[in-house]
């Protein structure tokens, strides 16, 4: 979709651009209203600072991740508890560290493997977690871990996390950061 200004589009691409962004706003709102604690803590929001993928901070991969379970629960319509895979989907990858920076206390050149587990302890050191948010937490990186996700949410939450991290490391971010860059210009 040509993401054009308003003006210049037919009517029908006008209606569509506007459910889309009706939508987009409606998963933002579901967002905050089911992890206003993980979006306001001093952590999370440490997160801004870390590169993810590509160019993408690490706050920007798990919102972006956030967003795409929500879309995919609803898309194939499957039945999950939607505040535990959006605050799992948050917290998948709070390591809090930036593992392209060398550190002795963290062996970055093994990151894939191990900071879910990383993730997972400093999530439990903040947040009262069920066990489907430290199933997402702990087994989003498989199949690279061996374990398998066991519930939904956490298969949900995997599939999304490879989408965005494919389209971040390729820089292919239309439809994808490009909605969110928008919205904040609008």
């Not at 590509?54 to 991969?61: E, I, L, R, W, Y």
């Not at 508890?81 to 930036?98: I, K, P, Q, W």
């Not at 871990?145 to 971010?173: G, N």
Request: aromatic share 8%; proline share 4%; with cysteine.
């Amino acid at each position: 979709m040509n993401y054009r200004n308003y003006r210049h589009r037919t009517r029908r691409e006008a209606e569509v651009w506007k459910r889309k962004l009706e939508r987009f706003r409606a998963i933002q709102r579901e967002i905050r209203s089911d992890a206003p604690d993980i979006l306001k803590s001093r952590n999370f929001l440490r997160t801004r600072e870390h590169i993810q993928h590509g160019n993408v901070t690490v706050n920007s991969h798990v919102m972006n991740v956030a967003r795409y379970s929500l879309a995919l629960s609803e898309r194939l319509h499957i039945r999950c508890s939607r505040r535990e895979l959006v605050r799992g989907a948050l917290l998948h990858d709070y390591f809090l560290y930036d593992w392209h920076k060398p550190d002795p206390e963290h062996p970055h050149k093994l990151h894939g493997f191990y900071h879910p587990g990383t993730a997972l302890r400093n999530a439990a050191r903040e947040y009262r977690l069920t066990k489907r948010e430290k199933d997402i937490i702990r087994k989003h990186m498989w199949p690279l871990t061996m374990t398998p996700p066991m519930c939904r949410e956490a298969w949900i939450v995997t599939a999304a996390d490879k989408w965005c991290s494919l389209m971040e490391t390729l820089h292919m971010h239309r439809g994808h950061g490009a909605v969110l860059q928008k919205l904040r210009k609008d």
